[in-house]
Nanobody, 122 residues
Framework: QVQLVESGGGLVQAGGSLRLSCAAS????????MGWYRQAPGKQRELVAAVSNGGSANYAASVKGRFTISRDNAKNTVYLQMNSLKPEDTAVYYC????????????????WGQGTQVTVSS
C-alpha cells in the first residue's frame, strides 16, 4: 500500500505561480512512476505530468513550457511547479503513484492522493 499526501494548492491570479507537493509513504520501494492529474468540473481526469524513477518526464501539451515536474526519490516526494497559470488550469489536482511488480508479467496499481484545489482567477 502507498499513501499520498498533497499540499500547495490555492487561489492565484492569472500569470501567477503555485507549487504542489506530494509525499508518498508505505511501500514506496515499489513505486515506478509518480505524476499529477487534474479534473475540472464536468470534465474527465487528465494527465498533467509524470516522472519515472529514472527522471524521465512527460507533460500534457497544454502545460508544456509552463509546468515542471520534479522528484526527490530520497524523500519520496514529487513536485509540480506551475508558472504562467491560466484560468483554464483551474481544477482539482491529484497526485498519482504507480506501483509496479512482476509476477510472470508486470502488474500496475495506481494510488491517488485526496486532491488539492487550484483556482486561477482572470
Amino acid at each position: 500500500q502507498v499513501q499520498l499526501v498533497e499540499s500547495g494548492g490555492g487561489l492565484v491570479q492569472a500569470g501567477g505561480s503555485l507549487r504542489l507537493s506530494c509525499a508518498a509513504s508505505g511501500s514506496t520501494f515499489s513505486i515506478n512512476a509518480m505524476g499529477w492529474y487534474r479534473q475540472a468540473p464536468g470534465k474527465q481526469r487528465e494527465l498533467v505530468a509524470a516522472v519515472s524513477n529514472g527522471g524521465s518526464a512527460n507533460y500534457a501539451a497544454s502545460v508544456k513550457g509552463r509546468f515542471t515536474i520534479s522528484r526527490d526519490n530520497a524523500k519520496n516526494t514529487v513536485y509540480l511547479q506551475m508558472n504562467s497559470l491560466k484560468p483554464e488550469d483551474t481544477a482539482v489536482y491529484y497526485c498519482n503513484a504507480r506501483q509496479r511488480y512482476y509476477s510472470g508479467k508486470f502488474y500496475d496499481t495506481d494510488y491517488w492522493g485526496q486532491g488539492t484545489q487550484v483556482t486561477v482567477s482572470s
